[in-house]
């Protein structure tokens, strides 16, 4: 198998909190070029080292960064887009000083050529009984012309439907949507979920996001696929701090769905309830295997009942019911 080795500029005090949350986007492993480390190195008079190469000297005056790799595919192109999304929301956060530039390299690409050059990993795909997903420039394949067509396109916003978290979103949404329901999208991206559900026959839908850039991009997509204001609208925001804007969101929806990480579905967990009507349905996704029955024990407590738990290399969603 190939693979993209993606590199992220940041600053030293930012490389553990950085890689934490990159582990939760899936990220096995990584390799971590610090200058400050390399200089404590030097500087230990207890070092058992007559010779150090002159190579390795150059780290004295590297900029730290964070590198990792990512399979050169589908699903590795869609995880970067999520890589990329985290990071465009980290640059505008509050503590967008302490985590530095972000700047990101894919191999030799740069990330602002990225988007011109991944058009190859992208391809119709066809989820679960009823969509189709597809990019613009692709044609419908044979034999999927009475599937409904959900048209997106890759851009700085995760959510293209070629990651398993995004699939198996989609097909627990289909297994529960009911026509003419309310769809709340928390933690839009492209907006491919809610954009979908509508799709699906869900009436209308609301997203939201924490990346400005997602927003614009949710909307823009909704248009895109025949949906107007009058029944898609998106908001950028936290609805964990922002309590402005969980009262504009309201309540009465009959399904939420939340493709996001672990700790911020953790963290929304006693929020989800004053979003449902009673009896609504709740999907999230984004979970890796590891931490899903931290995830699920948390949202059991908070008053839902597991119905659907589901798994594909390496990732979890799940479908619940609020009691």
């Known amino acids: 198998m190939n693979w993209f080795e993606v590199t992220i500029r940041t600053e030293t005090p930012a490389v553990d909190a950085l ?40 780290l004295k005056d590297c900029d730290t960064t964070v590198t990792f790799y990512l399979p050169d595919d589908a699903q590795g192109a869609e995880q970067l887009n999520g890589v990329r999304s985290l990071l465009a929301g980290l640059r505008s956060g509050e503590h967008a000083a302490f985590y530095g530039s972000l700047a990101l390299q894919c191999g030799n690409v740069s990330e602002e ?12 795909l066809q989820i679960g009984r009823k969509l189709l997903i597809k990019p613009s ?16 396109d890759p851009a700085s916003s995760f959510g293209t439907g070629q990651h398993h978290t995004t699939r198996l979103c989609l097909e627990l949404a289909e297994s529960v949507l009911q026509e003419g329901d ?13 954009i979908g559900t509508i799709l699906l026959g869900a009436k209308e839908a609301a997203a939201v996001d924490i990346v400005d850039n997602s927003v614009r991009t949710a909307i823009e997509n909704a248009g895109k696929n025949g949906i107007g204001a009058d029944r898609y609208t998106a908001y950028c925001g936290d609805i964990i701090s922002d309590t402005a804007l969980r009262e504009k969101l309201g309540t009465g929806y009959d399904l939420i769905c939340a493709n996001i990480v672990a700790d911020v579905l953790i963290a929304m967990s006693g929020l989800f309830e004053s979003f449902l009507k009673p009896g609504g349905s709740l999907i999230v996704s984004g979970i890796i295997i590891e931490r899903a029955d931290e995830v699920l024990d948390t949202l059991t407590a908070a008053g839902f009942e597991k119905l659907d738990v589901r798994e594909k290399e390496g990732w979890a969603a799940a479908l619940l019911r609020l009691k």
């Not at 058009?119 to 119709?124: E, G, M, V």
């Not at 420039?137 to 997106?152: H, K, M, N, S, Y």
Request: charged residues 30%; glycine residues 10%.
């Open 19 to 58: 890689c934490a949350l990159l582990t939760d986007h899936g990220v096995k492993g990584f390799s971590i070029q610090d200058k400050e480390s390399f200089q404590e190195f030097l500087d230990d008079k207890d070092g058992k080292w007559d010779y150090i190469d002159d190579d390795l000297m150059g």
């Open 113 to 124: 050529d990225w988007a011109n050059n991944w058009k190859q990993y992208f391809k119709p």
């Open 137 to 152: 420039w692709e044609e419908i394949p044979a034999g999927c012309e009475d599937r409904t067509v959900l048209e997106i």
């Open 182 to 194: 309310r769809v709340l999208d928390l933690g839009c991206g492209s907006g491919i979920l809610s």
